[in-house]
């Protein structure tokens, strides 16, 4: 008998996420990393303290919030389940930077 763990969903980073984390200090860079694989692999979709579902944006359906650090994605799952990560920033009081740019949510 074979006992089946919770589905493990596949990370992808946009290229323009991609792109978004060499605008991160290191260890910003080493955190969001961290967090992604930690939080986003299981159950992406279910909100936690620091996963939420988003109003209609720009950027993605979801956010989670690591410190500072704020990373956006898309969950699939047809074909396979998957995390999509379309942007990554950080947000300073109420301004979300991503890129070095201001961008309203």
Known sequence: MALEGPLRY?????????????F???RERAL????VGRQLA???????????LMRANPLAPWELRIGDCRVYYDVKRDPV??????????????QLRIAGKVVPI
């Open 24 to 26: 991160l200090t290191a």
């Open 10 to 22: 596949r990370i992808e980073f946009s290229p323009e996420a991609e792109e978004h984390l060499a």
């Open 81 to 94: 389940p998957m995390v999509l990560v379309r942007a990554v920033g950080v947000k300073e009081h109420s």
């Open 32 to 35: 969001v990393l961290d967090g």
């Open 42 to 52: 299981h159950q992406p979709d279910a909100e936690t303290r620091n996963r939420k």
